[in-house]
């Protein structure tokens, strides 16, 4: 018999015709487990693969602790039957409430493996906790022990799955600057343009990516003292940033002032040349490119409430009652926990079939909480998307549809004097935050979580330095790895486009903080 997880969760869910009309008790996932005496898995029928199948079913308890009801609610067609009986045979200590006993309802998952999956999941978060190291050591004093971490952080790289290009592209342009920090600066300006090439081969020179690879190596060579390829490298990444813009006017408050920064780089080897007419002629460009770029807050929309869901984010302004009952349907499962928040976030570009782009308008749907402390609620997190030919065609959006993620769930650490369900802005210091990790990762538990918060508001400071100091911002998620936790905090100013990653261990019953990376600066 293969393994397979089980997990029970609590619903509210409308009852069976065939039972009797009384209310059932809802229980804990962890009280529903502890109460199993017997639990019969299902038989597969032959030929049948399971591998990454979720069964799901709505399971009724009577007094006795025999299973009365089971509805399967989620399944295959050819495991529903199997999974039905299995179900049925399930005995449990009886339930009781104040002393009596009681009939009881929750929501039993069977989640079959997916053992190919699971091995690129831990090839992928091997990859990014190697590529953190490798980061980490560049940005320390020692040099030669960044070039050993670099090197590790390839072979890793070199081990994913084809379809994980860019995850290999930028493990190799890390180590080409742990050569250039090590003194080795031919051999990392070598490998720098073999990434940066076959980078132009799979997505064109127009492309700001492409643009900040231009601009490290004319970076690169300007220190050298080779102002002529200097010059030639940061030309190059003027116009692939004025191509990108171009191609995508959306992204323009994105995209601007990395170009204004590769345009005054340019006129620093201007100058060094001795053309001092170009390079004073490319400063007031940049100043244009600033000042066309100048973020302006966008209105505050009110937190909205719609079908009694509250709903907020960059695109609260223009959600309809139908898209919050669509996005209702496609987000929760017969009986299973309603949505309490919706959180919008900016509509971004991808990759269309046949060709082409999208324009992608993406949801995240927190599911009413599992577990209620007076400190903590933790709950599901589901994310739903809808697709239009361009940004400005949101009037033709087409069906909200589910985005696959890793599982993902969400803790909200209550603050003193709040209500946990008053969420105002993506921003809001109230807000849940999205937990998720790889699968070689440990699941945080509540007392983790709380500690984690309550240890970064302490360290929250006001001082500015994004680079060097915690700032008192919202956390927006927390993605666990074998060694720590990455963290990532959102500017509390709507007008910024800022944030913070923060790197963290559990070192001695407290946490401790690795690195600070300041985002979108």
Sequence with gaps: ??????????????????????????VASEAAMSHVLERVEPVIPP??????????????????????DVRILASPPALQKAASDALAKWKFAPFSESGRPTQVRTIIEFKYPNPKLERERAAVSAAFAALMTCNRRIESAAPEAAVAACTEAVRIAETLPADRTADRELARAAFATSLIRAGRTGDGLDL?????????????ADDADVAEGYRAIGITYQRTGDLVNADKYLTQAVTSFERALASLPDFRDMYAPRMSRAIRDLAAVKRARGDEAVASSLEDRARAVTASATVIAPPVVPMRSIANIT?????????????????????TSPGGPAPWLLITRTSGFGSARGGGSQTFWPIDVYLKPDVVTPSLRRGQLVSVAAATASANDYALRQAWTKMPRLDVSYAQVLLPGRDPNEVTSDRDLNRPIQIFGGPMSTALSDAEVLSLVRFLRDEAKSSGRAFTDIQPWAITEVFVMQTGVMVSLIDS????????????QRKNGTWV?????????
């Design 493 to 504: 100013d709507p007008a910024k486009l800022g944030g913070q990653s923060v790197e963290l």
């Design 311 to 331: 709903c907020i984010g960059p695109l609260v302004s223009i959600l309809t009652g139908n898209d919050v009952a669509a996005i209702r349907t496609v987000a």
């Design 47 to 68: 030929g049948v693969d399971t591998a990454g199948v979720e069964i799901i079913a709505d399971v009724i308890v009577g007094i006795d602790g025999r299973v009365e």
């Design 1 to 26: 018999m293969r393994a397979i997880g089980v997990r029970l969760l609590t619903a509210s869910i409308v009852l069976s015709p065939i039972v009797a009309a009384a209310p059932q008790t809802r």
């Design 513 to 521: 903080i690795s690195t600070i990376i300041a985002t979108g600066r």
């Design 192 to 204: 720098m343009k073999r990434v940066l090439d076959e980078r132009v081969a799979r997505t064109g």
